[in-house]
């Protein structure tokens, strides 16, 4: 099976920056989308970000538009979510997931669209 952890959450000033890193098990991680949600206690899972498998596609969350960026390395079964401008209301554990089509090329946003999903890290913005 396929397994992903994250790492890199930690608590951070707003303004300041962070970047979640997420490795992948397996030989077909390049074969697949990648995603990024967050949960924030009491509410609902929230899309935030995800990469098509060659990387041409990428889609964001509007509230994370122009101060977060993913990307990924397949040489080294990686999916990276560079945060900056971090801002309070980020306060989350951040999730890395495997979107379950092959090869899609169109980035999805839907939870139930995701197949395998890391244990999370958490990011604490202090005001």
């Known amino acids: 099976q396929v397994q992903l952890v994250e790492s890199g959450g930690r608590l951070v000033q707003a303004g300041g920056s962070l970047r979640l890193s997420c490795v992948a098990s397996g030989r077909t991680f390049g074969n697949f989308a990648m995603g990024w949600f967050r949960q924030a206690p009491g509410k609902e899972r929230q899309f935030v970000s995800a990469?098509?498998?060659?990387?041409?596609?990428?889609g964001y969350a509007d509230s994370v538009k122009g101060r977060f960026t993913i990307s990924r390395d397949n040489a080294k079964n990686m999916v990276y979510l560079q945060m900056n401008n971090l801002k309070p209301e980020d306060t989350a554990v951040y999730y890395c997931?495997?979107?379950?089509?092959?090869?899609?090329?169109?980035?999805?946003?839907?939870?139930?669209?995701?197949?395998?999903w890391g244990q999370g890290t958490q990011v604490t913005v202090s005001s």
């Open positions: 997931a495997r979107d379950y089509a092959y090869l899609r090329n169109r980035v999805v946003i839907a939870t139930t669209e995701y197949d395998y």
């Open positions: 990469i098509s498998w060659n990387g041409a596609s990428i």
